[in-house]
């Protein structure tokens, strides 16, 4: 089983290091993310590039590749500390993806799939937050870290056994976002609706 638990681990890197808005944008010929706008490659950078249509789609896809890995640990009914380090490292290769030179995106979509499927209550708590947070402020990145915030205080109370993944996610996704926090405090980040 402990094999088994590896390669789950592993899968789940090299799953989340497939990005789907580098390869949506190469496939449908819209400008390479890394280069355009925030440069990152994530779904708002991508709504900015591509539209909703797309933006949606990547944010399927990289929930998915969060979700599937997780999904097949529970079904193959690996330790919840497997459990805890294939959502990490899921995360992981979504943000340092090794087939793209290690430069991804920030984490929140792929966070959210694992997540969820360590709870289903903690993407209500997710949504909840990254939405109220949006909508009074109109910032997607402060809606990420607001919500990266809270989720390692809603493990504590509830999934406590998976409470240093979820510190270690939500750190992942904070750090992602160092140069966004500093545009907030700076008031030069711009608001999700804004091209």
């Known amino acids: 089983m402990i094999f088994f638990s590896i390669l789950i681990t592993i899968f789940a890197y090299f799953l989340g290091s497939i990005s ?11 400008p390479d993310p890394r ?21 949606i789609s990547v944010i399927l896809f ?19 500390i497997f459990l805890g380090a294939t959502a990490v490292f899921s995360c992981l290769g979504h943000m340092y993806p090794i087939f793209f030179k290690f430069y991804g995106g920030k984490g929140v979509a792929t966070a959210f799939g694992v997540l969820t499927t360590i709870d289903l209550h903690l993407s209500i708590v997710m949504i ?8 009074s402020f109109g910032y ?3 809606g990420a870290i607001v919500t990266a915030f809270i989720i390692p205080c809603y493990a504590w109370h509830f999934q406590s056994q998976y409470l240093l993944p979820t510190i ?8 992602k976002h160092a140069a ?15 091209k």
Request: proline share 4%.
């Open 140 to 142: 997607s990145s402060l």
């Open 62 to 80: 990289d929930i998915l590749k969060g979700a599937i890995p997780m999904w097949l640990g529970y079904h193959l009914k690996i330790s919840p």
């Open 128 to 135: 909840s937050s990254w939405t109220l947070t949006v909508l």
């Open 20 to 30: 789907s808005a580098i390869l949506i944008c190469k496939i449908l010929r819209f």
């Open 168 to 175: 270690i996610i939500s750190s992942l996704v904070v750090i």
């Open 35 to 55: 280069n355009f706008g925030s440069k990152n490659p994530g779904a708002t950078n991508i709504l900015r590039i591509a539209g909703l249509k797309i933006a």
């Open 180 to 194: 966004n926090i500093k545009r907030l405090w700076h008031h030069k980040e711009n608001r999700i609706w804004r």
